[in-house]
């Protein structure tokens, strides 16, 4: 879709067209809270909870804006369990990584987990 000059999701199948609908933000939000696992762990997003469900995939990366600043992760899996976490916080933002059970406490800037 990007490369048919569209910048939200087509409607349908060709002719396609891009309305800006709100549906058409719900992959997106669903990409980043679900796979990437990007939520808010404290009321107001004060804190962060980064809980990843990869499924079958083998890495994800994502940003998402966050009033203290940006929220980036890359997530790549390390053997059938495993994870390899680069997750770069603002600086004032707090949180965990949580992944097969295990919890890592995050906190502002930049970080890598392996687990």
Known sequence: MLK??????AEK?????SDCHAWSASPNYDFLATICGI???DIGFSAVLIKPAL?????????MPHP???????LRRKGKTGLKA?????????????WNGKTIPLKGGAQEIEL
């Open 55 to 63: 499924g079958e995939l083998s890495f994800a990366n994502g940003t």
């Open 4 to 9: 048919m000059g569209l910048t939200t999701f």
């Open 68 to 74: 203290k600043g940006t929220i980036q992760v890359d």
């Open 39 to 41: 939520m808010p762990q």
């Open 13 to 17: 199948p060709e002719p396609a067209r």
């Open 86 to 98: 680069k997750v770069n916080l603002p600086a004032d933002l707090k949180g965990n990584l949580v």
